[in-house]
């Protein structure tokens, strides 16, 4: 087989640089591990950036989204007993959030995909990269029980952060930074009417707690648990009541409680390769770098990588101008770090650490009590969550 960008990853980092491409005139083939059921299944994020809708729009993907997503201008803070509310939209200059479900997003990528007769081979095995620094990089891999190869001009590692794209480049090339965290959180969906219309992110001595949503009927909520708990330590109704004590007693009361859809722990990591490009090869999304959760950082900083190499393939193939790849790596990354930062400050004012001394559960309170009392650091928060501009 031959295609001009083999794409390894079928979540919503390559779908979307595929869709995006093909309607450029740029083929590509997507070669994704397990089957399009199994992706499906995966819930994972709700709350998306401006720039990331963008670019669902652009891919042409945008029409559910606009229509079926929510639109949120704040989010609140518990903490102490109490509900403060950030006002997104005042203090970022008039921008927002859109809460719409990673599942939806990726189900309007595939069908975008069959729309238009997109190449999405399902449940491949040993994905194998070769020749990646030569003028003829290939992939191998076995498909339906067949032994396949495909030739291309790039391969786009988007295969997460278990995949094997990144483990493709030489580990002397490579420099990892990370940071693992003695927490996870425990999550559910549930059938239930959200107990807020806006997210509440809740700061407690128990632990912190997260009340979030898909739509009017269906709620997402998370807690803080240490990561020797197994789903299985975890009732419906202990997870109901352990989220009852770390919220505010006026939201408590009006929890509505039902028997959960879906329940998985998601261990906290962040964690940045530097580069992101070895010759042919360019990663993208998780597989290049994770965050906690906490922000909601993880698939909009996927989002600005497929944007800067979308934009850089555009170059590439259109003008003959190829500095958008070479520079990919580091506009890129500059991105990146910037929301690792804010992710690691948004789970470190708001977690419980094991090992944090009186004084350090002090200065979290402090810097809590701070940001609301400060129009400049609210600023701060709206503008990070709301999301950083791409640049250029
Ligand atoms: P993935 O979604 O991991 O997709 C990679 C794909 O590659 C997978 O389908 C995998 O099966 C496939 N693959 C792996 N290995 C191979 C191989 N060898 N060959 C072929 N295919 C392979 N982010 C936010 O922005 N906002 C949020 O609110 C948010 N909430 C989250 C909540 C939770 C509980 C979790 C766990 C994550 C959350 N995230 C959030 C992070 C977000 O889900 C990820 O950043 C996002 O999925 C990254 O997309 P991706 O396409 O880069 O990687
Ligand atoms: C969700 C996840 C997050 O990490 C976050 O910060 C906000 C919402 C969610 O899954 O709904």
Redesign the pocket.
């Known amino acids: 087989m031959k295609t001009q960008i083999c794409i390894?990853?079928?979540?919503?980092?390559?779908l979307m640089l595929s869709q995006l491409l093909h309607l450029k005139g740029i083929e590509s083939i997507v070669?994704?591990?397990?089957s399009r059921e199994y992706?499906l299944g995966r819930i994972?994020?709700?709350?998306l950036e401006q720039g990331f809708a963008k670019l669902m729009r652009e891919a042409q993907c945008g029409e559910r989204m606009d229509q079926e997503g929510e639109i949120h201008e704040g989010f609140y803070i518990a903490h102490d007993n109490k509900l403060d509310r950030v006002d997104l939209f005042k203090h970022s200059g008039g921008s927002s959030v859109i809460v719409y479900g990673?599942t939806e997003l990726t189900r309007d990528l595939y069908e975008a995909r069959d729309r238009m007769n997109g190449e999405v081979l399902h449940n491949?095995d040993d994905?194998v990269l070769h020749d990646l620094t030569r003028e003829a990089p290939y992939v191998t891999c076995k498909y339906n029980d067949e032994n396949i190869q495909i030739d291309c001009d790039y391969i786009i590692g988007?295969?997460?952060?278990?995949?094997?794209s990144r483990k493709s480049i030489p580990a002397d090339v490579l420099r990892e930074y990370e940071r693992v965290y003695p927490f996870g959180?425990l999550?559910i969906l549930s059938e239930t009417k959200p107990v807020s219309p806006e997210l509440i992110y809740s700061s407690h001595e128990r632990g912190f707690a997260l009340c979030s949503l898909r739509s009017q009927v269906l709620s997402r909520y998370y807690i803080q648990v240490p990561l020797s708990d197994s789903v299985d330590d975890w009732s419906d109704e202990a997870f109901w009541n352990e989220l009852k004590r770390r919220l505010p007693v006026e939201v408590a009361v009006k929890l509505e409680t039902g028997s959960s859809i879906e329940k998985s722990i998601?261990p906290l990591r962040s964690y940045v390769v530097e580069p992101m490009s070895y010759g042919k090869l360019f990663l993208?999304?998780?597989?290049a770098h994770i965050v906690p959760?906490t922000g909601?950082?993880?698939?909009?900083s996927?989002a600005s990588d497929i944007y800067y190499l979308y934009h850089a393939l555009l170059d590439h193939y259109q003008n003959d101008d190829d500095s958008g790849l070479d520079n990919y790596s580091a506009k890129a990354l500059a991105r990146i770090w910037k929301a690792q930062r804010f992710s690691w400050w948004m789970t470190s004012i708001l977690h419980r650490f094991p090992e944090n001394s009186s004084y350090d559960q002090k200065l979290q309170q402090i810097e809590i009590e701070y940001l609301f009392s400060s129009d400049k650091a609210l600023g701060s928060l709206a503008e990070n969550y709301v999301g950083l501009p791409y640049g250029g």
Do not use: M, T, Y
Request: with cysteine; hydrophobic share 40%; proline share 5%.
């Open positions: 390894i990853g079928g979540g919503p980092s390559g070669l994704e591990r397990c992706v994972r994020a709700g709350v990673q491949v994905v988007a295969d997460g952060f278990h995949g094997v959180w999550g998601a993208a999304g998780d597989a959760p909601a950082k993880g698939l909009n996927a």
